[in-house]
């Protein structure tokens, strides 16, 4: 099966950072890029330099549902930003249950103190939203969640 070509940005959106990643122009291994401090001004200009800097096709940002499936306050959070990057480039809502406790357990399984590695986490959550969505798109020929309009 295969994934469209180009580049993506993952995007994990937390209250105080915003986890980033992207992968290569076949689709097929994200890697962590950065992690960009929340504030109203400069987030998303930085997220959007760094979507120009990678010549991505879309942004796929993660969507933290609960584990019933419904939305939580973390849940419109993500949508508000999302949004304000869906003026500017096309983007893609993808369910991230579990992204950032994977992420954790990873990091823990590494031997590094989550505590002191928060912008690592926030990374690494991006990278597995990210790999979660292009393995959906390889595994089913579709692209993975809801466009934004």
Do not use: W
């Not at 994990?12 to 890029?33: E, H, K, Q």
């Amino acid at each position: 099966m295969a994934v469209r070509p180009g580049r993506r940005l993952g995007i994990d959106v937390g209250r105080a950072r915003i986890g980033v990643a992207v992968c290569d122009r076949d689709g097929l291994l994200a890697t962590p890029v950065e992690t960009v401090p929340r504030d109203d001004d400069t987030d998303l200009r930085r997220i959007l330099a760094i979507a120009d800097e990678y010549d991505v096709i879309e942004l796929v940002v993660g969507l933290p549902l609960s584990m019933s499936g419904a939305d939580t306050p973390s849940t419109q959070d993500a949508r508000e930003f999302a949004a304000r990057i869906a003026e500017h480039r096309p983007v893609r809502l993808v369910d991230e249950r579990l992204s950032t406790v994977t992420a954790q357990r990873g990091l823990r399984q590494a031997g590094k103190n989550t505590k002191k590695s928060r912008s690592v986490i926030d990374q690494a959550a991006a990278v597995i939203i990210l790999q979660h969505a292009l393995d959906h798109e390889r595994a089913s020929s579709a692209p993975p969640g809801a466009v934004l309009p």
